[in-house]
């Protein structure tokens, strides 16, 4: 069935990019989207992208696609402390479709 | 972004014993969902809904549950027998009419069936 894969921990130091990696294996998927997770809050919606696109750039986040091999990035510039979190990767194949997640990336941010 | 509430926040209950979990109020929202995350694992999908009908459900939804929208109001997810691997963060979801393919999350209720 269809999958969604993240590396689960990443470190980073305050100052510099994040990269969040996501893989899935559905070529049916057409919504792709990045949610973050805080301590004992909810999912938040960071931003999405449409499968007919490369790239999206929304202040310090900037997602690309490669549809070709399946491959979905997150990247965060100038990483805050305040952006440690669990970063999840999200798949639908229609507007209203069921969302199928990633288990999540723990992103760390050290001073 | 629009607002999606829930619960309670933690519910603690015997196994065996029914539970409810609500999503509460939502306005403009066309379909709702219901996921589950138990901890260490993957956010999984249970249930979508839409014009008082279920519109896609999981093998995780089994007879035990059921989702309901009375009176245009609250949304809930009723476990009749609950059982212990129903312990879970419970994350209700709802999609606005402005914005078709956002699923906007509520904070989560964790159940804890003891």
């Known amino acids: 069935g269809e999958d969604v894969e993240q590396s689960l921990f990443l470190s980073v130091r305050e100052g510099d990019s994040s990269v969040i990696n996501c893989t899935y294996t559905d070529s049916s998927s057409t919504y792709l989207y990045w949610y973050k997770q805080e301590p004992g809050a909810g999912l938040q919606l960071l931003t999405y992208?449409?499968?007919?696109?490369d790239m999206k750039q929304d202040q310090r986040l900037t997602v690309l696609l490669n549809k070709k091999d399946k491959h979905l990035s997150l990247r965060i510039a100038d990483t805050q402390t305040g952006d440690s979190a669990i970063y999840f990767c999200a798949e639908a194949t229609d507007s209203w479709g069921k969302l199928q997640f990633g288990a999540g990336t723990q992103v760390v941010v050290t001073p | 972004e629009p607002e999606v509430t829930q619960t309670p926040s933690h519910q603690v209950t015997q196994m065996g014993q029914e539970v409810i979990l609500r999503c509460v109020p939502i306005s403009n929202h066309l379909y709702f969902y219901w996921y589950r995350q138990i901890l260490g694992q993957k956010v999984e999908f249970l249930v979508s809904?839409?014009?008082?009908?279920?519109?896609?459900k999981s093998e995780i939804f089994d007879d035990q549950f059921s989702v309901e929208r009375p009176d245009g109001s609250n949304f809930t997810l009723k476990i009749r027998s609950t059982k212990l691997e129903d312990s879970a963060m419970y994350f209700c979801?709802?999609?606005?009419?402005?914005?078709?393919?956002?699923?906007?999350f509520g904070a989560g209720t964790r159940l804890s069936v003891l």
């Open positions: 992208i449409f499968s007919n696109m």
């Open positions: 809904f839409y014009n008082n009908e279920i519109s896609e």
């Open positions: 979801a709802a999609v606005p009419t402005e914005a078709k393919n956002i699923q906007y």
